[in-house]
């Protein structure tokens, strides 16, 4: 039976165990048969490392380099400018401009972010990811990114399977960008990710990327996302930002027992120490009585 | 080991067995890996009965018309006075004049069915076709629509799983519709079925279904939608009708060994026998050769 090696013992720890083991308490109140025994966990920040930026953002940002080193007429522009000559903080600053009410920005990067999609199949987009992982480095951790899974989370997967749960991944990601990896990273195979999407079409046997967003799989979505991906609600969730508030909530306000998590990045020693954009999701958990699972406390290890 | 007892001895029978014995040959050329073992399956036509209507256009009308008895001022119009007198022609004559350019009572229906999912929990809505599957009666073949299940085909799915394929539901039906049956119907659990759906609003902890329709899962949405929910390529795929064109292609498309297939509607005796709206997808079948199965022929038994 896998443990929880990596988890600090205490009262997160103690609240896994003990909602695992009343749900699988044959006889027990809060009894859950193994098919409802459903787990969502969020991806960046969640499964693996956020920070200092998405690792969907570098991906993103390499490619509109190579594109503007296929296509010079692109190096005056942005973003490809900004990917080109490696200035992140242009990426970083059109989204402070967002939340300052421009999107000026932020317009002329999506538009060049839609654009990488454009008629390409699902095979190849597999095959530029698969490639991007299998080199890309994590810019502080010293380590691929790949190895910046949370060790005590993958353990917590092995964990919730061994008792015969069943663990999605609910992103905001992109779900194509996780699918690739997820069977060695997580153990979590394609046909369980959930993430954000464009559009693809059809055609002479194939799918392609189109440059139409289909979804962002954030917020209200995630549940709607679950749902329709899995007929099922879930029985436990794990997150760590706002984009995570209603798919905890969902776990939360089902008609059985249910653990809602947040994981609280607070160790800037081992990895980062960070609340923005996870301000009112703390406040939820601390109104609700969510489990707050802090890295610098609960946590033994980080990384494997 | 699960057989097809059910199927009589002839090429089709061998055509399958033949296919499930070269993708599990360990050492053969056409091996395939058991988590690449997809296969996926149309619902109407396929795995049950549609005629002489959708099953599902059975639990509209009646709703329809638990609609109209609450509220009687309902019952002079349409499609309620249709559904309140059992006037089934009126349903049919809808699509046919739909098929003649005129969409006036379609539009008039599918507003009416729109309306009917506007504001429940999807536990409601689930509840709601229970109830319906618990009683319904198919109108001329003397069964429960529960009982409405292609034997060979359950058999079939049994087979594939017990040759490690994982069996997918992608029906135009709707998924929610299907999902609270298909477990003991076809030993298919909800995450595996695929089907069209309303849109979903998250609030207060539960989802509600909305009177948007979200998509139609139908012809090229059902590859995109195979993708979208498993990350994969199926390797077989089993249908009926020209909406199913498309799924079949996509498996055939693939790189590797597949089974594409076509339910023939050919015994007037025990079902029933009808090649409309299938007529391109048998031509396709013809051309691209793949697999069909005739009812009349290859089915020892049709109905358990």
Redesign the interface.
Known sequence: MAELATWSDGSTKSTIVDFVGRVTAEDGPDHVPP?ARVAVFDNDGTLWCEKPMYIQLDFIVRRLAEKAAADPALRDQQPYQAATTGDLNWFGGAITKHYQGDDSDLKVLAAAVMSLHESMT?EEHAAKVSAFYAEGQHPTLGRPYRACTYQPMVELLRYLEAHDF?CYIVSGGG??FM?PITTSMYGV???R?IGS?V?????????RTTSTPEFLNDG??K??RI??????RPIMAVGNSNGDI?ML??A??GPGPSLSMLVLHDDADREFDYVAGAEKALNEAQAKGWTVASIRSDWATVFD
């Open positions: 098919d699902v069943t779900r194509d699918r195979p394609p046909e990710v999407s559009g693809l079409d059809f055609a002479d046997g194939h799918l209200p979505v549940p709607v749902w329709g991906r899995t007929g099922r209603q909530e969902y939360h306000a």
